[in-house]
């Protein structure tokens, strides 16, 4: 069965500064990988996505995220940090067959961003 | 295109009690999958439906059920609630058969006193 490992369960950056979010997962095999951001109060709203092809993959709102099969790591990275930035993140997987529809969610990192 | 719609947004229940949750997908999608959101447990899944068929389910008691309608819409009904099923449950939809991304929508609160 997959997993997914988010090892920071809080981070706090300035406003300005950049910004990377650390994923881990567990999948026998190359996995569909997932970033989603949820506001209070909101449902999960997707950052990017990786399926195959380029490992470095671009999103909405600056996002980037790179896959590293070697260290079965999905790394979210921003440049600069806004201060509307400031969710919980969530870094999920898919297996591939007939659980489509089912994702594997890490636990989440809230990310608190300081003027 | 409209988003994906749950209602109610909030519910109040008591123990022993059911409830039944609503989701419509977007327009066109035929899959619906199923979450639970606690702060200890996280982001879990119950079920997936897809043109009426459960896909999939989650590690949950037979308590909590689904199902969809032929317009793609589904329900969730959980029986004879605990405090423990206090939680958001999101729902989210996808386009087709093949592995694309889940669109999620606002969720709804459930409170269990």
């Known amino acids: 069965a997959q997993s997914v490992t988010q090892p920071d369960i809080h981070i706090t950056v300035s406003e300005g500064a950049s910004l990377e979010l650390r994923c881990n997962y567990s999948?026998?095999?190359?996995?569909?990988l997932f970033w989603y951001v949820q506001s209070p109060g909101q449902g999960l709203q997707l950052l990017l996505k990786y399926f195959s092809g380029d490992t470095l993959v671009q999103g909405i709102k600056g996002f980037e995220a790179e896959f590293k099969r070697s260290q079965s790591s999905f790394n979210l990275r921003k440049p600069s940090v806004h201060w509307s930035d400031a969710a919980e993140y969530f870094c999920?997987?898919?297996?591939?067959?007939?659980?489509?529809?089912?994702?594997?969610f890490g636990q989440g990192t809230i990310l608190t961003v300081h003027p | 295109k409209a988003g994906v719609t749950q209602t109610p947004r909030y519910l109040i229940k008591t123990r022993g009690q059911q409830v039944t949750l609503s989701c419509s997908p977007i327009?066109?999608?035929?899959?619906v999958s199923w979450y639970q959101q606690t702060p200890g447990q996280g982001l879990q899944f119950l079920f997936e439906y897809f043109s009426e068929t459960q896909r999939n389910k989650g590690n949950f008691p037979g308590r909590f059920s689904g199902r969809q309608f032929s317009n793609s819409r589904s329900e969730m009904n959980v029986s004879t609630l605990e405090l423990g099923d206090s939680a958001l449950y999101l729902c989210?939809?996808?386009?087709?058969?093949?592995?694309?991304?889940?669109?999620f929508g606002p969720g709804t609160r459930l409170t269990v006193l």
């Open positions: 327009s066109g999608h035929r899959s």
């Open positions: 999948y026998g095999a190359t996995p569909y």
């Open positions: 989210a939809s996808r386009a087709g058969e093949a592995y694309n991304e889940q669109f």
């Open positions: 999920a997987v898919g297996a591939p067959g007939t659980s489509y529809g089912k994702l594997t």
